[in-house]
């Protein structure tokens, strides 16, 4: 699976940014979709999943209600919408994908393919 990550850039804090991800390849296969984020000096961090069928759908309790994730399966792509910015939100954000179709997980270290990354920075 390759994946395409567009959006990012510069913001002011309390900001919006939306973020989007295109995946191809493997065509037949089902997978859930998501983004993880890693600011200069810290480990990979999960932000936001969501399943195949985007019944299920996870954050992290640092989102507070302020990211909406969603996919569109026809178009092959997953967004991810951030409302409400903060500086601590800085950070390069990589969308990825589970090989499982309900594969929705809060751990970097579950996921099998990673897009490039675009980064995000949030100013104060």
């Known amino acids: 699976v390759q994946l395409q990550a567009s959006g990012g850039g510069l913001v002011q804090t309390g900001g919006f940014m939306s973020l989007s991800c295109t995946a191809s390849?493997?065509?037949?296969?089902?997978?859930?979709m998501g983004w993880c984020r890693q600011a200069p000096g810290k480990g990979r961090e999960f932000v936001a999943a969501?399943?195949?069928?985007?019944?299920?759908?996870k954050y992290p309790a640092f989102v507070k209600g302020r990211f909406t994730i969603s996919r569109d399966n026809a178009k092959n792509t997953v967004n991810l919408q951030m409302f409400s910015l903060e500086p601590e939100d800085t950070a390069v954000y990589y969308c990825?994908?589970?090989?499982?179709?309900?594969?929705?997980?809060?751990?970097?270290?579950?996921?099998?393919?990673w897009g490039q990354g675009t980064l995000v920075t949030v100013s104060s």
């Open positions: 969501v399943s195949w069928s985007g019944d299920t759908i």
């Open positions: 990825a994908v589970v090989l499982l179709p309900e594969g929705v997980s809060d751990n970097p270290r579950n996921y099998d393919y």
């Open positions: 390849g493997r065509a037949d296969s089902h997978y859930a």
